[in-house]
T-cell receptor, first 111, second 115 residues
Framework: KNQVEQSPQSLIILEGKNCTLQCNYTVSPFSNLRWYKQDTGRGPVSLTIMTFSENTKSNGRYTATLDADTKQSSLHITASQLSDSASYICVVEGSQGNLIFGKGTKLSVKP | EAQVTQNPRYLITVTGKKLTVTCSQNMNHEYMSWYRQDPGLGLRQIYYSMNVEVTDKGDVPEGYKVSRKEKRNFPLILESPSPNQTSLYFC??????????????FGPGTRLTVL
């Protein structure tokens, strides 16, 4: 069964610190993997998209990595800010255009 | 302004009363999709469409219908809503490039309560 699992479920860090969120998937065939940021009650906003041939992609302080062999991805946030408090969702697209979402990691950045 | 709009934003209805949630995008995107989001379950895909007159089931299509008669619109229809369809619904759209979807743009969400 196609699944996307994220860890941790929730995370609290201090402002200015770095953190790394994990994503494991079993989706096959695989088209691409993306990370979204979702503020409470709002629609997700895309951070990165990576195909199977890409190992890393950055968007400002966000850097995503992908290991297609082990089916793992990570999202690294550098020098966290209070505005980074949100849920971060890992999404895998299958070859038919279907999208499978992880349940997200809820990040809280404290001053 | 490029955007995805959904209407209504909030809806309270009763079991069995047919309803339609509209979704419209002004970016000429080929791909459109509906999701529901429930606490503890995350976002789940209901239906998606790769182009006009082409629709496919996502993970949780039961109890829902969609149509794609025009490129810009992708309404979600609940013929006979039930309380387990109480949820937050999102519509999204994107271009299709190289055989896969590009960056998806999400609408503001529709909070539906079925009594």
């Amino acid at each position: 069964k196609n699944q996307v699992e994220q860890s941790p479920q929730s995370l609290i860090i201090l402002e200015g610190k770095n953190c790394t969120l994990q994503c494991n998937y079993t989706v096959s065939p695989f088209s691409n993997l993306r990370w979204y940021k979702q503020d409470t009650g709002r629609g997700p906003v895309s951070l990165t998209i990576m195909t199977f041939s890409e190992n890393t992609k950055s968007n400002g302080r966000y850097t995503a990595t992908l290991d297609a062999d082990t089916k793992q991805s990570s999202l690294h946030i550098t020098a966290s800010q209070l505005s980074d408090s949100a849920s971060y969702i890992c999404v895998v697209e299958g070859s038919q255009g279907n999208l499978i979402f992880g349940k997200g990691t809820k990040l809280s950045v404290k001053p | 302004e490029a955007q995805v709009t959904q209407n209504p934003r909030y809806l309270i209805t009763v079991t069995g009363k047919k309803l339609t949630v509209t979704c419209s995008q002004n970016m000429n995107h080929e791909y459109m999709s509906w999701y529901r989001q429930d606490p503890g379950l995350g976002l789940r895909q209901i239906y998606y469409s790769m182009n006009v007159e082409v629709t496919d089931k996502g993970d949780v299509p039961e109890g829902y219908k969609v149509s794609r008669k025009e490129k810009r619109n992708f309404p979600l229809i609940l013929e006979s809503p039930s309380p387990n369809q109480t949820s937050l619904y999102f519509c999204a759209s994107s271009f299709i490039a190289g055989g896969m979807t590009d960056t998806q743009y999400f609408g503001p969400g529709t909070r539906l309560t079925v009594l």
